[in-house]
C-alpha cells in the first residue's frame, strides 16, 4: 500500500505532527506488510521548523504567491504530477482546505484512488469548513469531529471514528509526598484567550489558596500576556515557566518528576492528546467538556474530571479538592482506563480501514 500524505505546512511544535510522526514510524516498522508512505506539504514560506521531519520521506511545494486562486492552481497542478508519479494507492489530507485542492488534482489525473480527510481540529473553528465535503471518506479523530461531518451532510457509513494514538508505558510519574505543595501541570501552546484560555486557569488559581505550584511547558505569541497578567493577579511566584520542550514528557521526569494533575482548559480541540499521554503516565487530568475530544477521553473519576466550559467556580472546586488531599484513582486504574487508545490496537485499526477504504472504493 503507497500512502500519500497532503497538507500545509505545520509549525513543527503541535499534536497534528505529534500523530503524523508516530503513523508514519509505525509503517516504517511494520514487519506484516510493505507499505510506502510520502508526506507533501504545501508552503507559502520556509518558516517552519523541519526538525520533527528529519529521516521523514518529504516532498515541499513552495508558493509563495499573494493572489489566493493563482496560489491554489500552482498547488493543484504541481500535485497533479507528482501523483501520476508517485501513484499512490490513497490520499490522506490532514487539514480542510487541502481536500478541495487533493480532490481537484485527482481528477486531473483521471486516475481512481480515494481521499481520506483526517483533520486534527473542531471543523466549527476553522476557515472554509465545507471544503472537507470534497473527501470520499474521513477519518474522525473524535466523536465531536465525526457529529461536525454529519452536520454538514456526510453519512457515517463513510467515516471511520479513530481516535489518536499513545504509547503505553511501563513507568508512571509519581505524585508529590502529602507534605510536598500540590504540583499541576500545564502543557500546549500559550493561548491567553482563543483556543487554549489560559486565561481561566490563571483566574481560577487566583482565588485558590494552599500549597500548590502550576508548571507551564510550551511556547506561543501569547507567553509575554500570560506572564504579565500572572504578576497582576499576585500569583506569579507560584508559577512556573519551563518554555517550549521537544520532548515534555522526557523533561517532566527528568525537571519537575511529580505530578498531581494535568489542567486543560481550552475552549475546542480537535481531540486533546495531551489528556492521553499524561494518562498512559498515570496522571489524573482536569479538563474543560469543551468541543471535541475530552469526553472522548475523561471518565469522570476514573481519571479525570470534565467541568463545563466556562464554569470557572467549579473548575477551582476540582483543583481546591485535590489540594486539600481528595484521594485520587491510582496511577495503574489510570492507565488502563485508556488501553483503546494504546499504539498496537490504533495502527491495526488504520490499516483495516485503509484497505478497507482502498478495495471498497469505485
Known sequence: MKILFVGEALSGFGG?????????????????????????????????????????????????????????????????????????????????TTCELAAKAIKKTQLSIPLVSWVHYSLEHKKHPECVTYADYHFAISRGIQQQLNKRGIANDKIFTIFNPVTNHSDAIARPDPNKPKTFIYIGRLKYEGQKRLKDMFDTFAQITGNWVLHIIGNGSDKALCQDYVMQLGIENKIKWHGWQPEPWDYVKKNIKQINALLLTSSFEGFGLVLVEAMSYG????????????????????????????????????????????????????????????????????????????????
Request: aromatic share 14%; charged share 25%; net charge neutral.
Open 16 to 96: 497534528t505532527e505529534t500523530v503524523i510522526k508516530k503513523l508514519t514510524q509505525f509503517i516504517e516498522n511494520d514487519t506484516q506488510e510493505q507499505h510506502q508512505y510520502m508526506l507533501y506539504f504545501l508552503c507559502r514560506n520556509n518558516k517552519f521548523d523541519k526538525t520533527w521531519l528529519i529521516n521523514k520521506k518529504t516532498f515541499f511545494e513552495y508558493a509563495k504567491l499573494n493572489i489566493s486562486f493563482i496560489r491554489k492552481m500552482q498547488y493543484v497542478n504541481s500535485l497533479t504530477k507528482f501523483i501520476k508519479n508517485y501513484q499512490p494507492d490513497v490520499i490522506i489530507s490532514f487539514d480542510i
Open 283 to 362: 496522571i489524573y487530568c482536569i479538563s474543560s467538556d469543551c468541543p471535541s475530544g475530552p469526553a472522548d477521553i475523561i471518565q469522570n473519576d476514573i481519571n479525570g474530571k470534565l467541568y463545563p466550559l466556562g464554569e470557572l467556580d467549579i473548575l477551582r472546586t476540582e483543583i481546591t479538592a485535590i489540594i486539600d488531599g481528595k484521594v485520587l484513582p491510582s496511577s495503574e486504574q489510570i492507565k488502563i482506563s485508556i488501553k483503546s487508545f494504546y499504539d498496537d490496537e490504533y495502527y491495526q485499526n488504520v490499516k483495516q480501514r485503509l484497505h478497507w477504504i482502498i478495495n471498497h472504493f469505485n
